[in-house]
T-cell receptor, first 112, second 114 residues
Framework: KQEVTQIPAALSVPEGENLVLNCSFT??????LQWFRQDPGKGLTSLLL?????REQTSGRLNASLDKSSGRSTLYIAASQPGDSATYLC???????????FGAGTRLTVKP | EAQVTQNPRYLITVTGKKLTVTCSQN?????MSWYRQDPGLGLRQIYY???????DKGDVPEGYKVSRKEKRNFPLILESPSPNQTSLYFC?????????????FGSGTQLSVL
């Protein structure tokens, strides 16, 4: 059974810093990996989707990488802003296309 | 605007009183799913539906029922709620399959069972 881990559980950085959030998974036979953002009291918003054949995806200041062999993904946020403060979750889908496992998330605080 | 709409946003009820949380999507998605989110446990899937009249259990289906009579609607039913079902619930939809593409989430329903 796929297990997804996100460390650290919480992270606080000053505005303007570049930062990396980590996601690890135990089974490398994945279909894809998604990064989500969750604001307090709200639903999840999909940020980036990386297919198993891809190494990375970029959207604006966000860059997500995938290394299946090591069971790791990172979400890089450049020039962080207070508006980036949220919880970031990664989710891994296995090859049956429906077994999606979520990490518990990293709560990010960007201080002005 | 493409969206998944859940109602109500907040619900307080008592043990044993049947309730329904509604979910509707306007994107003509085939796939819909219900999750619950608990501190330290992350999101866990309750039930999902691949299409109209096709539903299946997720990881934590006990105590819940669903139906998919129309493509756009996927209500979650708690026949006899218990305190351990106090949680934050999310409905989600995608074009086809949980991992086939972007998953769109509703804003959530915070349920408290006393």
């Amino acid at each position: 059974k796929q297990e997804v881990t996100q460390i650290p559980a919480a992270l606080s950085v000053p505005e303007g810093e570049n930062l990396v959030l980590n996601c690890s998974f135990t089974d490398s036979a994945i279909y894809n990996l998604q990064w989500f953002r969750q604001d307090p009291g709200k639903g999840l918003t999909s940020l980036l989707l990386i297919q198993s054949s891809q190494r990375e995806q970029t959207s604006g200041r966000l860059n997500a990488s995938l290394d299946k062999s090591s069971g790791r993904s990172t979400l890089y946020i450049a020039a962080s802003q207070p508006g980036d403060s949220a919880t970031y979750l990664c989710a891994v889908t296995t090859y049956n296309n429906n077994d999606m496992r979520f990490g518990a998330g990293t709560r990010l605080t960007v201080k002005p | 605007e493409a969206q998944v709409t859940q109602n109500p946003r907040y619900l307080i009820t008592v043990t044993g009183k049947k309730l329904t949380v509604t979910c509707s999507q306007n994107m003509n998605h085939e796939y819909m799913s219900w999750y619950r989110q608990d501190p330290g446990l992350g999101l866990r899937q309750i039930y999902y539906s691949m299409n109209v009249e096709v539903t299946d259990k997720g990881d934590v289906p006990e105590g819940y029922k669903v139906s998919r009579k129309e493509k756009r609607n996927f209500p979650l039913i708690l026949e006899s709620p218990s305190p351990n079902q106090t949680s934050l619930y999310f409905c989600a939809s995608s074009r086809s399959g949980q991992g086939s593409g972007k998953l769109f989430f509703g804003s959530g329903t915070q349920l408290s069972v006393l």
